[in-house]
């Protein structure tokens, strides 16, 4: 079992950066890669960024060089720095962690970019 906790969401102004924060307890080590997905208002879920455990990174290209995923293996958390946001950023993003079986959702942060 993996617990996963996420933070950080908000409102931010266009242009505006956020952080967001996913710390994962419990069976960490079985985890082989971790990512943010969202869903924007009536919109399917989508990839955000990933980062596996080897430190290879995936991004949406919508993000591309505004966002970045890093993780800090000594506080088991994985962080999306958000740059350069724009209103279409606007969503609930979930804290995914990638494992065999199945995968591992956090609750989900609100994050709404508006003037």
């Known amino acids: 079992q993996v617990r996963l906790v996420e933070s950080g969401g908000g409102l931010a102004q266009p242009g505006g950066s956020l952080r967001l924060s996913c710390a994962a307890s419990?069976?960490?080590?079985?985890?082989?890669?971790m990512g943010w997905y969202r869903q924007p208002p009536g919109k399917q879920r989508e990839l955000v960024a990933a980062?596996?455990?080897?430190?290879?990174?995936n991004y949406a290209e919508s993000v591309k060089g505004r966002f970045t995923i890093s993780r800090d293996n000594a506080k088991n958390t994985v962080y999306l720095q958000m740059n350069s946001l724009k209103p279409e950023d606007t969503a609930v993003y979930y804290c995914?962690?990638?494992?065999?079986?199945?995968?591992?959702w956090g609750q989900g942060t609100q994050v709404t970019v508006s003037s």
């Open positions: 980062r596996t455990s080897g430190g290879v990174t």
């Open positions: 995914n962690a990638k494992m065999i079986p199945h995968d591992y």
């Open positions: 419990g069976s960490i080590s079985s985890i082989y890669a």
